[in-house]
T-cell receptor, first 113, second 114 residues
């Protein structure tokens, strides 16, 4: 069964610092998604990565995908308080013919002023 | 283009009762998936409907059921509610066609079972 692991689970960082969240998955998949979730809210789509080597950037966030290593990273540059949220990666699991997402455990990010 | 909508926003039920959650898919989408997100965890896949037929189920018992309607809206019915069913329920719609698999999530329904 496809497993998706994120680390760290919790991240407390100072404003202005850089950090990377890692997402590892256990079987072959060419599609990976990053979401942001604020407390009590639904999922906000951040990035859709559809091929090996894909890199996307939006503001202070940059995501990349290495399908051979089964690894995606979400890099935060010069963090600001507004980035405080929980971040999830999700991988397409099409092995059973059902196009479902398998989500990671989530990384709870707190940016300290 | 209308996005995915869900109703109700919040719901409180008693253990043993039954509940129905509703989802309207994004216009043009033919697939709907339901996810359960317990507090502090990532969403877990419940089941998926494609053109009104169940197209896969996660590790959830039969008391979690559909259906999907001809207009591709969907319901999640949960019978014999248990305390552990308390969670945020997310509906996601998608267009299963060629290489297009991205799912679009609704705002969710928060279910509390007491």
């Amino acid at each position: 069964e496809l497993k998706v692991e994120q680390n760290p689970l919790f991240l407390s960082m100072q404003e202005g610092k850089n950090y990377t969240i890692y997402c590892n998955y256990s079987t072959t998949s060419d599609r990976l998604y990053w979401y942001r979730q604020d407390p009590g809210k639904s999922l906000e789509s951040l990035f859709v990565l559809l091929s090996n080597g894909a890199v996307k950037q939006e503001g202070r966030l940059m995501a990349s995908l290495d399908t051979k290593a089964r690894l995606s990273t979400l890099h935060i540059t010069a963090a600001v308080h507004d980035l405080s949220a929980t971040y999830f990666c999700a991988v397409d699991d099409t092995t059973s013919g059902t196009y479902k997402y398998i989500f990671g455990t989530g990384t709870r990010l707190k940016v300290l002023a | 283009e209308t996005g995915v909508t869900q109703s109700p926003t919040h719901l409180i039920k008693t253990r043993g009762q039954q509940v129905t959650l509703r989802c309207s898919s994004q216009s043009g989408h033919n697939t709907v998936s339901w996810y359960q997100q317990a507090l502090g965890q990532g969403p877990q896949f419940i089941f998926q409907y494609y053109r009104e037929e169940e197209n896969g189920r996660g590790n959830f018992p039969p008391r979690f059921s559909g259906p999907q309607f001809p207009n591709y809206s969907s319901e999640l019915n949960v019978n014999a509610l248990e305390l552990d069913d308390s969670a945020l329920y997310l509906c996601a719609s998608s267009l299963t066609s060629g290489d297009s698999y991205e799912q679009y999530f609704g705002p969710g329904t928060r279910l509390t079972v007491t």
